[in-house]
């Protein structure tokens, strides 16, 4: 229990997405990372190009932030905080200023593909992100139907220098979907774990639940990753392995 977690990706921020409704819903969800053991969060609200700029959005952020920044402030939480966001993917986003979008301080911006449908420009628009020198960061690759029925494309992701995060509660469900990103693990083709909370009743924090179900050298790897992410550090990733579909599954 001795080991500092950081959550990368969560909606804590009051008012501002599908997350947190209120400072009261925040501070619960706030309390129970700590509980967890998460000793730092970047707080990543939806960002939805149709729905709002990124100007308008920092603004919205800043002012839901501040709120959570003094309820920290007062109760003397022990929490390295940052702001960044869940951005939505759009063959728009290389024109935009990512700079606001991006994790603060750092290069790391999290993505959201569709989950209804395998959009098309993933690789051309990535590609444009990088060559901005930001890392793009998959969010929770597991709820992607398309990625399950053909790995290859997160391989191909990843191989172009895209970092990857599964959800914790893609691990604790358990079944076919863990067993899954258990071999995902297995290929190197995940980075980073994070909860996704959205509320204490149906999303909640539970990070260190995860963890304790990884394997004592992935657990590693990805508490170290995500510290490296949270400070901004580059790193390089291990070689990620192509799967093979033989005999009517991956392997
Ligand atoms: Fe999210």
Known sequence: MSRSLVDLHCHILPGIDDGAKTIEDSAALLQQELKDGVAGIVFTPHFYY?????????????????????????????????????????????????????????????????????????????????????????????RYPYVTEDPTLLYNWVSSGVLAQINASGLLRGGPGARLLHKYMGWNLVHLICSDAHSMAHRPPNLRAAYDLLPQAVAHDFSRNAVNVFLGRDFTPPEPQKPVYRLGRWV
């Not at 939505?88 to 994790?103: G, K």
């Open 50 to 142: 149709e729905r709002t700029t990124p100007a308008l959005f920092v603004e919205n952020r800043k002012q839901a932030f501040r709120q959570v920044a003094n309820y920290a402030k007062q109760n003397k939480l022990p929490l390295a905080a940052k702001l960044g966001a869940e951005v939505y993917f759009t063959r728009v986003l290389p024109t935009l200023e990512l700079s606001h979008l991006a994790f603060a301080g750092t290069r790391y911006i999290l993505i959201e593909l569709p989950t209804t449908h395998h959009p098309g420009g993933i690789e051309d628009t990535l590609f444009e992100i990088c060559q901005q020198g930001y890392t793009p960061i998959l969010a929770h690759v597991e």
